[in-house]
């Protein structure tokens, strides 16, 4: 069982025992330091009542934890090398001891360990697992597995060599997986002398352990966790991630325990798909946290998994689970072909709610192009050329051949028997596929510098490239004709509609498909679809919707959290692959638009706060006063000149940070009067506001406390240093401290007791950096930057603890709380909409696309009012999104739902709880939302 780097103390003090976490439960443990020598702790293994710990150059380190709160050092034992790896089986000890291979250490005596055995290794012996009379281990190059029947006399069975410094061992059954800076290898060991390395899988980042469960490998990776599914070891499949450095990673069961070298979580892994934390704790050594998901699966950037609601038009309503982010994707029918860096993947998407993994199969290359023509899928590879695989079968696709093309393949269409490949260099290669199994090239043809995509009409083919578009007719294969130039650079994937071919933004008529006529442009660039008469457009801001004929609906964006490659059109959905992963969106409303307004303040707005029908604004120009009784139609009433990033409202008064802090009297909202200033070191980008003290997250210079008793002249009486990288992004108080965001550290907690020498108390870590914080009752809401929404448990504001996360789409940057919902604004454009009802296990419910970068929110009545950067003040109506129960769409909850859920009884369109049927749970969820729908 792998345990690297899990380190003594996150072992002996994180408690194991509650299924789960609740809101406002007493932390899991206070880690505590319970012993210390000279070298690393790289890994441990715990055997009975004693700890074995491979602690580098310090040897191997026996620790006696019968009593756990006083642990008792047993032995410490010097080695040959460095202990890199420990494992434990009969009183023997293994150990990977760097540059002296493999040595065994008789335990039976715990107080005297002697070396009893040694295996040199190849190269430096980095981990090590045990199976049977067999140690398997990973060496930087490869892996060595070493017969220890007489673990005295260990004996080399057999090497396989590999790239890229392996880090991590794990064997289950008859395979070893291996971790290593380039991926993970599953190899098969049945025959211990002659292992075979079955796939390789690369992953983000990189990897440093492994463990095995069942058929499923968990990996903890510099840039995520990951969880892999071995059913095929051919063809493994990442199912499952979290976005957080890992440093190590144990399974037991349907727990795992991860630590990331400054948190320790426990993750609930029954579904090994759908992993989600029940209990973590932030130490000096350890932690991390994942995620459940319910309804639809979004693979957002990043891999890691989001949830969204089905019921409304212009939200993500599926995907595919995991960090499946495919190049590329071709649509057959309702069978969805996708192709990642990995290889093929399969998905059945006859219920597009709900799509369906059928098949993968690992390819070699970097993949860039993919046509899908009469069961046969052909892939452009870049450096290995075009692969044929045979998907008639979509549950068991073949590799039928792989063929070396004239250079480096970056797109494939197919047309007939007949493949054309445009690869690196300016080449058009013409390919007989009428064999596909035994393809023969026909010519090849200059086609420009830089060709990048093709598309194919009749015998006409179109090469787009980054310095112009080529025509070429290929009706004689073998000698295809240049007939002309489009005239412009294409770096976007050429796309052919009805009669037409689209070319970046630029729409040509190929009702004579050898002279195509330039007709006008879309108002979208990008990747273009047709949906009937609508265009559906794959942009790096998210999925545009427009009208074909440039008449109709003003065009808008869907915010996906990520930037769109490639579209197809499914009826009335859009399968849509990017940086944000495979998604799939229902656009079949062209009236759905949740944006209801926006105004211009008219500089950059960065702060909001609202009340009583008003909307505060802090931007460039200081602060402007909106008032939005109407939603629809807000307006600018009053304005007091300075600068503005944040804003807080406290009685009469408004206090704007920005060059400083400035008190502003708004009891007449037209006529705001200035009444003090106060500049500070540095620019604010946070201000809360008790009684007659100020509060200012003053970014480089971290916190200010700003004595306002005398309105027209604010004093900074106090101030407090990290001691390191002085960063505040935003603040909240609970519990009487101030919670501050400092995007490298994480939450830090000041004692502001002492407004004139706050101190800071404790640092609890975040994954990746957080940017801003709500606080409601007990609760903390962190937006982290490209990872989502944390969820800590503040009711001891001192020693917070995560108890939830969910991977929210985009960049997360701001937060706001009302009514069991969370509002996250991120800088992709967009407001999404987290159920926080359940705090553990929060969920992603609807996304909005906005005019600009949300930097700050409000709440109010069923708006949200966002500072929407250059665009001013924009107001979202959210009063019906994220209702799972209101299958009306009406706002409440109510008989007619009641009606509407029995009239699909047993079928999946009304499925509430995502088990693929309508029945009592999904009738228990309406009943226990009933009434009008929360914001």
Same mark, same amino acid.
């Given at each position: 069982?792998?345990?690297?780097?899990?380190?003594?103390?996150?072992?002996?003090?994180?408690?194991?025992?509650?299924?789960?976490?609740?809101a406002?439960?007493?932390?899991?443990?206070?880690?505590?330091?319970?012993?210390?020598?000279?070298g690393?702790?790289?890994?441990?293994?715990? #055997?009975?009542?004693l700890?074995?710990?491979?602690?580098?150059?310090?040897?191997?380190?026996?620790?006696?934890?019968?009593?756990?709160?006083?642990?008792?050092?047993?032995?410490?034992?010097?080695?040959?090398?460095?202990?890199?790896?420990?494992?434990?089986?009969?009183?023997?000890?293994?150990?990977?001891?760097?540059?002296?291979?493999?040595?065994?250490?008789?335990?039976?005596?715990?107080?005297?360990?002697?070396?009893?055995?040694?295996?040199?290794t190849?190269?430096?012996?980095?981990?090590?697992?045990?199976?049977?009379?067999?140690?398997?281990?990973?060496? #930087?190059?490869?892996?060595?597995?070493?017969?220890?029947?007489?673990?005295?006399?260990?004996?080399?069975?057999?090497?396989?060599?590999?790239?890229?410094?392996?880090?991590?061992?794990?064997?289950?059954?008859?395979l070893?997986?291996?971790?290593?800076?380039?991926?993970l290898?599953?190899?098969?060991?049945?025959?211990?002398?002659?292992?075979?390395?079955?796939s390789?899988?690369?992953?983000p980042?990189?990897?440093?352990?492994?463990?095995?469960?069942?058929?499923?490998?968990?990996?903890?990776?510099?840039?995520?966790?990951?969880?892999?599914?071995?059913?095929?070891p051919?063809?493994?499949?990442v199912?499952?991630?979290?976005?957080?450095?890992?440093?190590?990673?144990?399974?037991?069961?349907?727990?795992?325990h991860?630590?990331t070298?400054?948190?320790v979580?426990?993750?609930?892994?029954s579904?090994?798909?759908?992993?989600?934390?029940?209990?973590?704790?932030?130490?000096?050594?350890?932690?991390a946290?994942?995620?459940?998901?319910s309804?639809?699966?979004?693979?957002?950037?990043?891999?890691?998994?989001?949830?969204?609601?089905?019921?409304?038009?212009?939200?993500?309503?599926?995907?595919?689970p995991?960090?499946?982010?495919?190049?590329?994707?071709?649509?057959?029918?309702?069978t969805?072909?996708g192709?990642?860096?990995?290889?093929l993947r399969?998905?059945?998407?006859?219920?597009p709610?709900?799509?369906?993994?059928?098949?993968?199969?690992?390819?070699?290359?970097?993949?860039?192009?993919?046509?899908?023509?009469?069961?046969?899928?052909?892939?452009?590879a870049?450096?290995?050329?075009?692969?044929?695989?045979?998907?008639?079968?979509?549950?068991?696709?073949?590799?039928?051949t792989?063929f070396?093309t004239?250079?480096?393949?970056?797109?494939?269409?197919?047309a007939?028997?007949?493949?054309?490949?445009?690869?690196?260099?300016?080449?058009?290669?013409?390919i007989?596929?009428?064999?596909?199994?035994?393809?023969?090239?026909?010519?090849?043809?200059?086609?420009?510098?830089?060709?990048?995509?093709?598309?194919?009409? #009749?015998?006409?083919?179109?090469?787009?490239?980054?310095?112009?578009?080529?025509?070429?007719?290929?009706?004689?294969?073998?000698?295809?004709?240049?007939l002309?130039?489009?005239?412009?650079?294409?770096?976007?994937?050429?796309?052919?509609?009805?009669?037409?071919?689209?070319?970046?933004?630029?729409?040509?008529?190929?009702?004579?498909?050898?002279r195509?006529?330039?007709?006008?442009?879309?108002p979208?660039?990008?990747?273009?679809?047709?949906?009937?008469d609508?265009?559906?457009?794959?942009?790096?801001?998210?999925?545009?919707?427009?009208?074909?004929?440039?008449?109709?609906?003003?065009?808008?964006?869907?915010?996906?959290?990520?930037?769109?490659?490639?579209?197809?059109?499914?009826?009335?959905?859009?399968?849509?692959?990017?940086?944000?992963?495979?998604?799939?969106?229902?656009?079949?409303?062209?009236?759905?638009?949740?944006?209801?307004?926006?105004?211009?303040?008219?500089?950059?707005?960065?702060?909001?706060?609202?009340?009583?029908?008003?909307?505060?604004?802090?931007d460039?120009?200081?602060?402007?006063?909106?008032?939005?009784?109407?939603?629809?139609?807000?307006?600018?009433?009053?304005?007091?000149?300075?600068?503005?990033?944040?804003?807080?409202?406290?009685?009469?008064?408004?206090?704007?940070?920005?060059?400083?802090?400035?008190?502003?009297?708004?009891?007449?909202?037209?006529?705001?009067?200035?009444?003090?200033?106060?500049?500070?070191?540095?620019?604010?980008?946070?201000?809360?506001?008790?009684?007659?003290?100020?509060?200012?997250?003053?970014?480089?210079?971290?916190?200010?406390?700003?004595?306002?008793?005398?309105?027209?002249?604010?004093?900074?009486?106090g101030?407090?240093?990290?001691?390191?990288?002085?960063?505040?992004?935003?603040?909240?108080?609970?519990?009487?401290?101030?919670?501050?965001?400092?995007?490298?550290?994480?939450?830090?907690t000041?004692?502001?007791?002492?407004?004139?020498?706050?101190?800071?108390?404790?640092?609890?870590?975040?994954?990746?950096?957080?940017?801003?914080?709500?606080?409601?009752?007990?609760?903390a809401?962190?937006?982290?930057?490209?990872?989502?929404?944390?969820?800590?448990?503040?009711?001891?504001?001192?020693?917070?603890?995560?108890?939830?996360?969910?991977?929210?789409?985009?960049?997360?940057?701001?937060?706001?709380?009302?009514?069991?919902r969370?509002?996250?604004? #991120?800088?992709?454009g967009?407001?999404?909409?987290?159920?926080?009802?359940?705090?553990?296990?929060?969920v992603?419910?609807?996304?909005?696309?906005?005019?600009d970068?949300?930097?700050?929110?409000?709440?109010?009545d069923?708006l949200?009012?966002?500072a929407?950067?250059?665009?001013?003040?924009e107001?979202i109506?959210?009063?019906?999104?994220?209702?799972?129960?209101?299958?009306?769409?009406?706002?409440?909850?109510?008989?007619?739902?009641?009606?509407?859920?029995?009239?699909?009884?047993?079928?999946?369109?009304?499925?509430?709880?995502?088990?693929?049927?309508?029945?009592?749970?999904?009738?228990?969820?309406?009943?226990?939302?009933w009434?009008?729908?929360?914001?």
């Amino acid at each position: 069982m792998t345990r690297a780097v899990l380190t003594l103390a996150l072992t002996l003090t994180i408690a194991l025992t509650s299924p789960m976490v609740p809101a406002a439960a007493t932390p899991p443990c206070t880690p505590t330091y319970l012993a210390g020598l000279g070298g690393r702790a790289m890994d441990l293994e715990i #055997d009975g009542h004693l700890v074995y710990v491979a602690n580098g150059s310090g040897g191997l380190l026996i620790l006696d934890i019968s009593d756990v709160e006083h642990p008792v050092i047993a032995a410490v034992a010097g080695m040959p090398g460095e202990a890199n790896g420990v494992t434990v089986r009969d009183a023997l000890a293994y150990l990977a001891a760097d540059d002296a291979g493999m040595l065994v250490v008789d335990v039976g005596r715990p107080d005297t360990p002697r070396v009893i055995g040694q295996m040199p290794t190849s190269s430096r012996a980095n981990h090590i697992a045990i199976d049977g009379p067999h140690a398997f281990i990973a060496t #930087d190059d490869g892996l060595t597995v070493v017969d220890i029947s007489d673990p005295r006399r260990p004996v080399l069975a057999s090497e396989v060599r590999m790239p890229s410094d392996p880090t991590g061992v794990a064997v289950a059954g008859d395979l070893a997986v291996v971790v290593a800076f380039n991926g993970l290898t599953v190899i098969d060991v049945a025959d211990r002398a002659a292992p075979d390395v079955l796939s390789v899988i690369n992953l983000p980042g990189s990897e440093r352990a492994v463990d095995v469960s069942g058929t499923s490998a968990f990996v903890a990776a510099a840039y995520g966790v990951f969880v892999v599914d071995l059913t095929e070891p051919a063809a493994p499949v990442v199912i499952g991630d979290a976005p957080f450095s890992g440093m190590g990673i144990l399974v037991e069961g349907d727990v795992a325990h991860l630590s990331t070298g400054s948190q320790v979580f426990r993750m609930d892994v029954s579904d090994p798909a759908n992993p989600f934390v029940i209990a973590g704790v932030s130490t000096t050594i350890g932690g991390a946290i994942d995620i459940v998901g319910s309804r639809a699966i979004i693979a957002g950037g990043g891999g890691g998994l989001a949830i969204v609601e089905l019921d409304q038009p212009g939200r993500i309503v599926g995907s595919v689970p995991g960090t499946y982010n495919p190049t590329t994707i071709e649509l057959v029918g309702t069978t969805l072909f996708g192709c990642d860096p990995v290889g093929l993947r399969i998905f059945d998407v006859s219920d597009p709610r709900r799509p369906a993994p059928r098949s993968a199969l690992a390819l070699v290359g970097t993949i860039r192009g993919m046509a899908v023509r009469d069961g046969i899928a052909y892939v452009a590879a870049w450096e290995n050329g075009l692969h044929i695989i045979d998907v008639r079968n979509p549950d068991e696709p073949v590799l039928l051949t792989t063929f070396g093309t004239a250079g480096f393949a970056l797109d494939v269409e197919v047309a007939g028997t007949i493949a054309y490949v445009v690869y690196q260099y300016g080449g058009l290669q013409v390919i007989d596929v009428s064999d596909p199994a035994s393809p023969v090239s026909i010519s090849t043809t200059p086609a420009g510098p830089v060709p990048v995509s093709i598309a194919v009409r #009749d015998d006409i083919v179109y090469v787009g490239s980054g310095t112009d578009a080529r025509i070429f007719d290929v009706s004689d294969p073998a000698a295809p004709v240049a007939l002309g130039f489009l005239g412009a650079s294409y770096t976007v994937k050429l796309s052919l509609g009805r009669d037409r071919l689209y070319a970046g933004n630029l729409v040509f008529d190929i009702g004579d498909p050898a002279r195509p006529a330039l007709i006008g442009t879309v108002p979208l660039h990008g990747h273009v679809a047709e949906l009937g008469d609508t265009l559906v457009v794959g942009m790096s801001s998210g999925l545009g919707v427009a009208a074909r004929e440039g008449s109709g609906p003003t065009p808008r964006i869907i915010g996906t959290g990520g930037g769109i490659g490639e579209v197809a059109v499914l009826g009335r959905y859009v399968c849509a692959a990017g940086g944000g992963g495979l998604r799939i969106i229902d656009i079949v409303d062209p009236t759905f638009e949740c944006l209801l307004a926006s105004t211009g303040t008219p500089h950059r707005a960065e702060g909001i706060a609202s009340r009583d029908g008003l909307a505060y604004v802090a931007d460039d120009a200081g602060l402007a006063i909106v008032d939005v009784a109407d939603p629809a139609h807000p307006a600018m009433i009053g304005r007091a000149v300075g600068s503005g990033n944040c804003v807080a409202l406290s009685g009469d008064l408004a206090y704007v940070g920005g060059d400083g802090l400035m008190i502003v009297d708004v009891r007449d909202p037209t006529h705001p009067a200035v009444t003090g200033w106060v500049d500070t070191p540095s620019g604010a980008r946070g201000v809360v506001v008790d009684g007659d003290l100020a509060y200012v997250a003053d970014y480089a210079s971290f916190l200010q406390v700003i004595d306002v008793s005398d309105k027209t002249n604010p004093i900074i009486i106090g101030s407090v240093s990290t001691g390191g990288l002085d960063l505040a992004e935003d603040l909240a108080m609970v519990g009487g401290m101030l919670l501050v965001v400092n995007p490298v550290f994480g939450i830090q907690t000041v004692d502001v007791s002492d407004p004139t020498a706050p101190v800071i108390v404790t640092t609890t870590p975040t994954p990746v950096w957080a940017r801003g914080i709500a606080v409601s009752g007990d609760l903390a809401y962190v937006a982290l930057e490209w990872s989502g929404l944390l969820v800590m448990d503040v009711s001891n504001p001192a020693a917070p603890f995560t108890i939830g996360w969910a991977r929210v789409p985009g960049r997360s940057w701001t937060v706001e709380v009302s009514g069991g919902r969370a509002y996250v604004g #991120d800088l992709f454009g967009a407001v999404h909409v987290v159920d926080v009802s359940q705090p553990a296990r929060p969920v992603v419910i609807g996304s909005v696309s906005t005019g600009d970068r949300a930097l700050e929110l409000a709440a109010r009545d069923g708006l949200i009012l966002i500072a929407g950067d250059a665009a001013g003040l924009e107001v979202i109506d959210v009063s019906t999104c994220g209702c799972p129960g209101d299958l009306t769409g009406d706002g409440w909850i109510d008989a007619a739902d009641i009606a509407a859920l029995l009239g699909v009884w047993g079928t999946p369109e009304g499925d509430l709880d995502g088990d693929g049927t309508t029945g009592p749970p999904d009738l228990s969820i309406v009943l226990a939302g009933w009434g009008r729908c929360p914001v």
